[in-house]
């Protein structure tokens, strides 16, 4: 398996690099890119299509509620309750 062209090694949450299930766990905003496969035997090697890999950053809720541009919905019940703090 590579990504943006260079092949990829095990470790680093990274594992099946030379298998044919690649598993990418705690994944970061560096990890984003264009992941391949390349199979060789005897007679020659081929490059699969790419699939792409976007990471979105995590925002935390104060400042994701403060942008005017992202849309809220809720369904269902939260598993969480606001409270009032009083002084």
Same mark, same amino acid.
């Given at each position: 398996? $590579?990504t943006d062209g260079t092949n990829l090694a095990n470790g680093s949450g990274?594992?099946? $690099?030379?298998?044919?299930?690649?598993?990418?766990?705690?994944?970061?905003?560096?990890?984003?890119?264009?992941?391949?496969?390349?199979?060789?035997?005897?007679?020659?090697?081929?490059?699969?299509?790419? $699939?792409?890999?976007?990471?979105?950053?995590?925002?935390?809720? $104060?400042?994701?509620?403060?942008?005017?541009?992202?849309?809220?919905?809720?369904?269902?019940?939260?598993?969480?309750?606001?409270?009032?703090?009083?002084?």
């Amino acid at each position: 398996m $590579a990504t943006d062209g260079t092949n990829l090694a095990n470790g680093s949450g990274v594992s099946g $690099a030379t298998t044919a299930t690649l598993t990418v766990a705690n994944v970061s905003l560096a990890q984003a890119g264009n992941y391949s496969a390349i199979v060789s035997n005897v007679a020659g090697s081929v490059a699969s299509s790419n $699939a792409s890999l976007t990471v979105l950053p995590t925002l935390p809720l $104060a400042e994701a509620l403060d942008i005017p541009a992202l849309i809220w919905t809720t369904t269902g019940s939260p598993p969480w309750l606001g409270k009032r703090r009083d002084a």
